[in-house]
């Protein structure tokens, strides 16, 4: 299994960038489609108008730095919270026999919390700006 663990810096890599493109291409199509009628999505949801802003910036920017690996557990929160918003307001009132309504948005609830949890690993920006050296340990004699 230690070999499993040496990939564990890759795996985050991987899958930060993957879920970033699928973030950053859901918010363009939102504000491709154009706000007004995202807000329209929104508030059809019950969800005040204002979302749709939040929505496309935390899809396109959180997208984009995670992709970097900046700032990754705030983003990876805040897109968890994002996506069970969507699931409890938009998906899952569809009843759960309609997979084709919430497996992206549970999927990519899942995966940003997996990297809130874990963290952006050794391959990012957090890393080099925030990693904290490890003290020396001392020399058995």
Do not use: Q, W
Not at 2 to 16: A, H, I, N, Q, S
Not at 114 to 131: C, E, N, Q
């Amino acid at each position: 299994m230690d070999f499993l663990e040496r990939l564990r810096p890759f795996t985050l890599l991987v899958l930060r960038i993957a879920i970033g493109i699928i973030f950053i291409y859901h918010g363009y199509e939102k504000y491709r489609h154009g706000v007004t009628a995202t807000k329209g999505i929104m508030t059809g949801a019950g969800l005040p108008g204002y979302f749709a802003y939040i929505s496309i910036a935390l899809e396109l920017g959180g997208g984009a730095l995670l992709i970097l690996g900046f700032l990754t557990r705030i983003i990876g929160a805040l897109l968890t919270i994002e996506m069970a918003v969507a699931l409890a307001r938009v998906h899952l009132p569809h009843g759960l026999t309609k997979v084709g309504g919430y497996e992206l948005p549970m999927a990519l609830c899942v995966a940003s919390l997996a990297i809130a949890t874990f963290g952006a690993g050794k391959a990012s920006l957090d890393y080099a700006f925030f990693a904290r050296p490890k003290p020396l340990k001392p020399k058995n004699k």
